[in-house]
């Protein structure tokens, strides 16, 4: 069963939680604000079903509210923070609106943020940068459980490392390319489980390395392995988002045996480029768009209306589910108020609140 929730109420709810963890009204804001874009784009795997993870962490002291990044390098181009644990709502904003001021500044800007929380969507950083024209290049690991077989091993080893590229694209909505390098999101897998849905064959492995379409072996113990997407392509490419993500960012790489803590910690490297720095500029908005003409030229393949781009899909549903409202399964939703309880926030305050009361 699901319930369809508008955005508004939905975001002042999870706010409510927020803030009855402990933080202060504008982080509770962002992170709701954070969540709640996330389930709008489609992302139901980084929304607001997160929540519950976020409040065992904070119980816990994985996760420490009203935290700020702090540089622990700012040199000019280069720039490196430490994210202290803090919400990566809260650290990646912040964290990012100090790397797009280096690249106005300088011309590109290299910055590594270590030990932060959950930064969520990869794309909302990106989306940050190019909403100022410029590009962003983002490579992320993971610290919280293996979860990713490595290409020609049965057990997992690492986390499912995101990688996103942003561009501004001239006259039009930017290219938001930004996936996890799992074959499926960790928490795609939680929601099909919540939801008793069954996965396709070649995403996961069981506890005996066989495939299985059953996401309890990514949810509940005897766990399985996810595989990462594209074979070894996507498997080199996790390597480097864990490398570059955890090693470089000084955040730490995971080579642990098992965890039982509910705190996801991120390890970033981004590149931010302002393109009219680079002298380009004209050549590069001709070239974009005589390229994205003479691909959408293509015509569609059977069981598609037409050719998208990346970020194309998340503005299609977030016009959709702002209008319909957000679909939040029954589970999801059961787990939030528990979530509530823990924080000692009245079950019927949040309903009322999701509920526009
Ligand atoms: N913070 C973390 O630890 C963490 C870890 C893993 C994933 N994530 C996030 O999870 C989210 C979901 O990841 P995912 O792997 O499930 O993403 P996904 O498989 O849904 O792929 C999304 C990407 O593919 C593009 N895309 C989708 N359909 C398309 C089409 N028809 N044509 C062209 N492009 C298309 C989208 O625009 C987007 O860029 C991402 O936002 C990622 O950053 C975060």
Redesign the pocket.
């Known amino acids: 069963m699901e319930t369809l929730f508008q955005t508004a109420p939905l975001t002042r709810a999870i706010e409510a939680i927020v803030a009855a963890g402990g933080s202060e009204p504008r982080e509770a804001k962002l992170v709701a604000e954070n969540l709640v874009t996330a389930n709008l784009l489609g ?1 139901d ?2 929304g607001i079903g997160m929540i519950p993870r976020y409040i065992d962490a904070v119980l816990e002291g994985g996760l420490a509210p009203n935290s700020h990044p702090k540089p622990t390098l700012d040199a000019g181009a280069l720039l490196a923070l430490d994210g202290c644990k803090g919400y990566g709502q809260v650290i990646g904003g912040e964290a990012m609106q100090m790397a797009i001021e280096r690249a106005k500044k300088h011309g590109s800007c290299v910055m590594t943020l270590g030990n932060t929380h ?6 909302h950083w990106a989306e940050m940068a190019v909403a100022q024209g410029l590009v962003s290049i983002h490579f ?1 690991n ?1 610290i919280s459980h293996a979860r990713v077989a490595p290409y020609g091993g049965r057990d997992a080893r690492f986390g ?1 490392n ?1 990688c ?1 590229i942003g561009i501004p694209l001239p006259g039009e909505a930017p290219f ?5 390098t799992s074959a ?5 897998l939680r929601v099909a489980h919540n939801k008793g849905d069954k996965v396709p064959l070649g995403r996961l492995i069981d506890d005996e390395g066989n495939p299985t379409h059953d996401p309890r072996y990514a949810v509940i113990a005897p766990y399985g392995a996810m595989l990462a997407f594209g074979e070894h392509k996507g498997y080199g490419m996790a390597i480097a988002c864990e490398l570059l993500g955890g090693a470089l960012s000084g955040g730490g790489t995971w080579h642990y045996e098992e965890s039982n803590k509910q705190r ?1 910690l ?1 390890g970033m490297l981004a590149i931010v480029i302002d393109p009219k720095r680079l002298g380009t500029e004209a050549a590069f908005e001709r070239e974009t768009r005589l390229f994205l003409d003479w691909l959408r030229k293509s015509r569609p393949a059977p069981g598609f209306d037409h050719v ?7 503005r299609e549903l977030r016009a959709k589910r702002t209008r319909d409202g957000i679909p939040v399964d029954e589970t999801t939703w059961q787990e939030i108020l528990r979530a509530a309880d823990k924080v000692k926030l009245a079950r019927s305050r949040v309903e009322d609140l999701a509920r526009g009361k």
Do not use: F
């Open positions: 992302h795997s980084h959950h930064l969520g969507r990869i794309g992320v993971v499912t995101p996103c938001v390319l930004d996936y996890a499926v999101a960790q928490g795609k996801v991120n998208r781009t990346a970020g194309e899909p998340e």
